[in-house]
């Protein structure tokens, strides 16, 4: 997890404060302290709790629990990739392959130059189609090493 500077966490606080007094409102300050930081960092966990009357490890165990939530930052474009075992049914494991190649990353990792972050997901549901892939958002299916070659290109 990273750390958060003092105008990060002020913005975690407002966050809090908006959502404090409806009935389990911790998700949603979840999904509210991403979207502003890019991420929860452990230095937020603690205000989190406190604010939503929750222990750290209520607060942490739902971070560490959803795939959806990060504790790091990531790039500006996020390139998931369907591990499931319909794709791999379907020779995802060349897919990733060639991404780890192309982008000389690992799972769980941003480029060098902070464009794209490579995210494991253990299925995107679009089983009939795979391997799937998944960029910022949008889902893509019966993806072949140069098709993905042309939607990352597309990203430029």
């Known amino acids: 997890m990273?750390?958060?500077?003092?105008?990060?966490?002020?913005?975690v606080g407002g966050?809090?404060?908006?959502?404090?007094?409806?009935?389990?409102?911790?998700?949603?300050?979840?999904?509210?302290v991403q979207e502003a930081l890019g991420c929860i960092p452990a230095d937020a966990v603690g205000?989190?709790?406190?604010?939503?009357?929750?222990?750290?490890?209520?607060?942490?165990?739902?971070?560490s629990f959803y795939h959806y939530f990060r504790e790091h930052?990531?790039?500006r474009h996020q390139l998931e990739v369907c591990r499931a075992e319909a794709c791999q049914s379907m020779h995802s494991q060349v897919l990733i392959d060639h991404i780890k190649k192309r982008l000389d990353v690992d799972f769980h990792a941003t480029t060098a130059d902070g464009a794209i972050t490579l995210l494991p997901v253990y299925c995107l549901g679009n089983c009939a189609c795979a391997p799937a892939v998944m960029i910022d958002g949008e889902l893509h299916g019966r993806v072949t090493p140069q098709r993905l070659d042309e939607l990352l290109k597309a990203l430029s």
Do not use: F
């Open 47 to 63: 205000p989190i709790a406190a604010g939503l009357n929750l222990s750290r490890a209520e607060v942490h165990g739902v971070v």
């Open 15 to 32: 966050i809090v404060a908006r959502w404090q007094n409806r009935p389990g409102p911790l998700l949603e300050v979840l999904h509210e």
């Open 73 to 75: 930052r990531v790039g």
């Open 2 to 11: 990273q750390p958060v500077d003092p105008q990060e966490l002020e913005k």
